[in-house]
């Protein structure tokens, strides 16, 4: 059973260009949520998505951040016009279900901003 | 107030010791509780999930103590293999989980 799957593992992007993180949530899970974590800090939380569906996305800053989890294909975290501050890793995690359940991260995506 | 606290760190520990981390929340309806731990630069695993009447998995016990809203994590007998960051975790609501800070701990030889 293959775990959470996140690509690319590294990315580099140049100031105002467009970063596209996908993840593939475990087999049977259909919750998925993104997390920012800057060096030395703790894991953020950005957003929780369903299929089809962002539940909550009280984590992430209002412009240039989106996130989809479409009905076919991996959850998408776009980030246009990155800027040197999004230089950081996103980690994705997913859950079989709500209700507070255990989440089993992915490797994460590092970006880096030049 | 924080809604999840952990220790401050680092803890620099012997090889063999015991070390105990403690987390304390602020959400009295909270009913998930997690301790996770994250190796420098990869990602969180899940450590083991606390239960109301503790469990232990090897060297490692959890509590819980709902009165006064406390975690706590053992781990005896420590390996150097036990480096890691530990993180203290809490659900908020149906679904979303309040990461702590984390607690680094090291160590030694």
């Known amino acids: 059973n293959a775990g959470v799957m996140q690509n690319p593992r590294h990315l580099v992007r140049r100031r105002g260009q467009e970063a596209r993180l996908r993840c593939s949530p475990m087999k049977g899970h259909s919750h998925v949520y993104w997390y920012r974590q800057l060096p030395e800090e703790g894991l953020k939380f950005m957003v929780y998505?369903?299929?089809?569906?962002?539940?909550?996305e009280s984590g992430m800053p209002k412009e240039r951040f989106s996130a989809e989890f479409p009905k076919e294909g991996p959850s998408i975290l776009r980030i246009q016009q990155v800027v040197r501050g999004d230089s950081a890793a996103y980690f994705c995690?997913?859950?079989?279900?709500?209700?507070?359940?255990?989440?089993?991260f992915g490797p994460g995506t590092r970006l880096t901003v030049t | 107030r924080k809604e999840v606290e952990q220790d401050p760190g680092p803890f620099n520990v012997p090889e063999g010791a015991t070390v105990a981390f403690n987390c304390t929340y602020s959400n009295s309806a909270s009913q998930s509780f997690f301790w996770y731990r994250q190796d420098c630069r990869k990602e969180p695993k899940l450590l083991m999930s606390v239960y109301s009447s503790g469990n232990e998995d090897g060297r490692f016990t959890a509590q819980l103590n709902r009165a006064s809203q406390y975690i706590s994590l053992l781990i005896r007998d420590s390996k150097l293999s036990d480096s890691a960051t530990y993180l203290c975790?809490?659900?908020?609501?149906?679904?979303?989980?309040?990461w702590g800070a984390g607690t680094k701990l090291i160590i030694k030889p």
């Open positions: 995690a997913s859950s079989p279900g709500s209700g507070g359940d255990e989440q089993y």
């Open positions: 975790v809490v659900n908020k609501s149906n679904y979303q989980l309040i």
């Open positions: 998505l369903q299929k089809e569906n962002i539940i909550d």
